[in-house]
């Protein structure tokens, strides 16, 4: 359990960010202790993928405050920030592999990248990641050789391979079948509690992702309108968050764009 006197490992404090003079998150304040998995979710362009951003400090926001750790990561120089998102993996839509490097290259790269261990350590550590996601017998593979969730089980073997705190997860689950979707889900969840890991999983799959996760925070119009554990956001009276977990067509998100009258855009006379 977390001590009263350490930090959450993330804590956005009334952020506010956006792109040029465009807001997407206006007043957003999240935390989550260490060893939690916590899921994003919301329509799209609600501002999910910006969390990511900013916890990887792609972006910054326009005001308040983004801690890893307790640390503010705004003010970092470029050694301070690279030190941080050591301690940070990814996982990306779709795997995002190189696509000229075999399965075990691919995830020996960051530990060439980032350290400076012999290649008889990095080999062995690199077999252990594969292994931990049932794949080290694709170790000679390329990634054109692979299935689609093996792919993503190859990038998420890459995103622990220097045993982060932290992992970022964008739509882990898009595109895989069945199997290899609940594969990939329960592998997130048996890893982040095997390894000590926290993770945020930005995810359109409610069904699975309401499956792994300790907590769930929905982001619409710019902030959190909601959050707590998957069964509490199951029922919520909130008619946004209903017509969100209930795939209900009609609700808060219309399906039409305000528009003009219909007689005026056709030109119809009263």
Do not use: W
Request: aromatic share 6%; proline share 6%.
């Amino acid at each position: 359990m977390q001590s009263a006197h350490t930090p959450p490992l993330i804590e956005l404090r009334n952020v506010r960010c956006g792109y040029g003079d465009r807001v997407i998150l206006d007043g957003v304040n999240l935390t989550l202790e260490r060893g939690k998995v916590l899921a994003l979710i919301g329509t799209s362009g609600g501002g999910k993928t910006t969390v990511l951003r900013l916890l990887g400090r792609q972006i910054n926001p326009m005001s308040g405050q983004v801690l890893f750790d307790g640390q503010d990561l705004a003010p970092l120089d470029l050694a301070g920030l690279y030190a941080v998102r050591r301690r940070m993996g990814m996982l990306f839509q779709f795997g995002a592999l190189f696509t000229d490097l075999s399965v075990f290259e691919n995830v020996a790269f960051p530990l060439r990248e980032h350290t400076d261990l012999p290649e008889s350590m990095i080999r062995d550590l690199v077999l252990m990641k594969l292994n931990a996601v049932g794949l080290r017998g694709a170790r000679d593979l390329m990634p054109s050789e692979v299935s689609g969730g093996m792919a993503r089980r190859v990038a998420l073997a890459r995103a622990i391979a220097l045993d982060p705190d932290l992992v970022l997860y964008d739509e882990p689950f898009a595109g895989l079948d069945p199997i290899s979707l609940g594969i990939a889900a329960r592998l997130i969840r048996d890893l982040n509690d095997a390894l000590g890991l926290t993770s945020v999983i930005v995810s359109h799959d409610l069904h699975e992702t309401f499956g792994i996760a300790d907590q769930v925070a929905m982001i619409a119009n710019g902030r959190v309108v909601a959050q707590g554990t998957p069964e509490e956001l199951r029922h919520s009276e909130d008619p946004l968050v209903r017509q969100f977990v209930r795939a209900e067509p009609d609700g808060p998100v219309r399906f039409h764009q305000p528009a003009r009258p219909v007689a005026e855009d056709f030109g119809v006379d009263a």
